[in-house]
């Protein structure tokens, strides 16, 4: 599928679960994401990391809305109001909010995650509009910075446990974190130094990368605009109304054509196998 | 109209007090020009005034006159002059700007809004000219760093830039490689194309060259007749002296990165008192070996050895090491961790540090800063020495005294493993010759038989 089209299914499936509070509808976003990463993603550390740092971010939002809000009917603890903030009730309410809130926080980045794990840097410069070539070749370039600083950071714990060096205390680091950051620096001002040096700059920039444009792009494209547009349509009119567990808990409101519009998301992994 | 007139250039970097440039009085009109000196003369500050990065990339002062190419240096933007001057830097590891091969070498002209069907032309025939069109859809980051400075090459030939600056453009490169290059310098000469080259090992080029000009003291002057000086002053390894014990060895390894070997069912040993010379085309596995000896790298099958004692491993990148505030703080901290009593000055003053001792490693130069790296790692006496790349940026003088560390290893009972494409070296200091070949390794002098 082109770059393009998938930046597109992303930011519908963005603008859909940002603009509801509706558990129901963020989940369905959620299982669409999860998918497409399943059906096209890379294989390896990536997506792992990915998937717990998205499952870490939901985890915080939950604890964080748990411990700060302490509305709502039925309480499940009681903590010593003596501690600032967080003292006092944790309700029932709030917990439910806060995993509704980890959902949309886990959707929103979801939706995003194909961007990055199935397209390669340079395949999203490619993607962007003429007006932004320059911009996207530096953020290509500064893309292409960060493994090669995870590389160099191995390479130099390696070289300095051969000198002697162990991870002993927290003193023993600067031995390898400030080369690290140096390098990381050099390599900066080295890159940009050939940046120049390749004339970067000097014209309106042309592709060499050239994506086809399919049939099913513009399906896709199409589909998930129109689905988030719709989508956006039925919430500010109020037929797909948001949810609010206070002051007490009840089941979110459903409406059946807002969770079609999410469920079209589901259409770019239909086509695509691992 | 001269493609480089520089008329008493002179040039001191910011904060500095010295004059990296001096009165620089230089005229170039075509064909290949070899650039040497020695490590901090100021072959890299002049090489970057070609294609403006001095001043406008680095700031500092500079005074007199720089015309490349008809412009004027001071006044044109470097993406401006980058247009006609192609430039290749020392570190190839720091040149790519984007993950692909291809793509990479694809860079520059997509800057100059070249169209996208001359584009594809001159990538393939760029790639070609390298010899690593077999790599045109491999990840920049798989690649070797001979294959890297390949790359970085191509990539700036595919410009078909007027001037073309060279730095160092040999120090990784395989001999395949090296003719590819001097295959290329010579097409871009003859098609009208001017080079300026800046190499320690000139024998590669002065055979080459139309102009040879020695950098010292910031200062550019003519030197000997390029060709008259041009044969290596080679001879056959040394006969290796009778190991006494064995050092490392390797029985039936096999390793490589993830689950892919680049080594297969290697059997290998070094024996104290030996130094052995790791060769072999770019990618062939040399360091992938350097790094299973030094047990940095668990083997995928198959058992290493080594005899106690401490190891020491200098890496390509010789940045990898370096974080004091100065090289004599650099020795001094290799010594405390591996227990030394030994001083750090005796070190410093046999591989010519003893003036820069004072100094940030980190600002030195190439050659310097690799003699810095070397510093660190040999200090406290090491049983096993490997080193990747050692003579990388380094001049005559520097080789000469690595030469004299390397048999001060041997003569200690340790044993040394250098990996490298530096033939005069090879000649020089080794005791033995191993050649990778498709990751099977082929004993050229024979001491321990090694094969598949």
Redesign the interface.
Known sequence: MSTRALAAWSASGLVIALSTSNPIYRAVVLLCALNLLLARGRRGSGPRLLLAGIGIAALVATLVTLLLSHTGAHVLLRLPGAIPAIGGPLTLEALVFGLSTGLGIAAAMLAVAPLTLVSQPDELVDALPPALARTGAAIGAALNLIPGTVRSAAEIRDAQRMRGWRARRVVDWPAVAVPVVLTAIEGSLTLAEAMESRAYGAAVRTHFGVEAWTGFDTLVSATALLAAAAFLGLTLSGAAPGWFPFPGLTAPAVSVPAVLCCALLVLPSLRMRP | METIAFAGLHYTYPEMSARALDGVDLEIDSGLVLLSGASGSGKSTLLRVC?G?IP??HGGVIGGGARVLGHDVVRTP???L??H???V?Q?P????????V??DV???????????SE??RR?AGALDICGIGHLRSRAV?TLSGGERQRLALA??LA?RPRLLVLDEPFSQLDPAGSRALLTALDAAVRAGSTALVAEHRHHLVAARADRWLLMAGGRAAESAQPRAAATLASAPPRAAPPASGLSWRLHRVSAGHGRVPVLHDLELAGGTGEVVALTGDNGSGKTTLL?TI?G?LPPLSGRVERRPG????L?Q?P?????RATVRSEVE??LR??GSGAGAGLLMDQLGLGDVAGRDP?DLSTGQRQRAALA??LA?APSLVLLDEPTRGMDGAARESLVVALARVAQGGGCAVVATHDQQLVAMVASRVVELRDGVACEQRSMVVASR
Do not use: C, K
């Not at chain 2, 401490?310 to 491993?313: G, T, V």
């Open positions: 294609n990065l406008h990339f470097t993406r401006e980058a247009r001057v192609g430039f830097f570190d590891e720091l040149q790519a700007v984007y993950p692909s291809e793509r694809a860079f520059g002209i997509e800057n100059l809004g070249i169209a996208r584009m594809l990538v980051a990539g700036v410009m790094r030094a940095l401490r190891i020491a491993y890496p990148n940045s990898a090491l370096l974080h901290w290799t961790r591996t980190r660190a790692v406290g």
